[in-house]
């Protein structure tokens, strides 16, 4: 089992950056690929970045070039710095890892709004 906590969530104006934090315990040498995805109110939730353990990273098209995902392997966290945030990105961001054995996690969510 992996537990994933997630942190920095807030409200802010456009053009303003956040940080969001995920930190992973538990079973946490199983972890392959861990990112984060988002969901809208009425849509369905979306990657928006994920690394793997070798530090291969997909960004969604939407976000390249504003977002940054860093991953600290010996400290288990995934960090998500967002720039230059548009109206667009205000979601629930979910931290997700996936296990190498086909097991995926979710963390709680956390609430970005972004203001116009």
């Known amino acids: 089992q992996v537990q994933l906590v997630e942190s920095g969530g807030g409200l802010v104006q456009a053009g303003e950056s956040l940080r969001l934090s995920c930190a992973a315990s538990?079973?946490?040498?199983?972890?392959?690929?861990i990112g984060w995805y988002r969901q809208a109110p009425g849509k369905q939730r979306e990657l928006v970045a994920d690394?793997?353990?070798?530090?291969?990273?997909n960004y969604a098209d939407s976000v390249k070039g504003r977002f940054t995902i860093s991953r600290n392997n010996p400290e288990n966290t995934v960090i998500l710095h967002m720039s230059d945030l548009e109206p667009g990105d205000t979601a629930v961001y979910y931290c997700?890892?996936?296990?190498?054995?086909?097991?995926?996690?979710w963390g709680q969510g956390t609430q970005v709004t972004v203001s116009s």
């Open positions: 538990g079973s946490t040498f199983s972890i392959n690929v």
């Open positions: 690394i793997s353990r070798h530090g291969e990273i």
């Open positions: 997700k890892a996936s296990s190498g054995f086909g097991y995926d996690y």
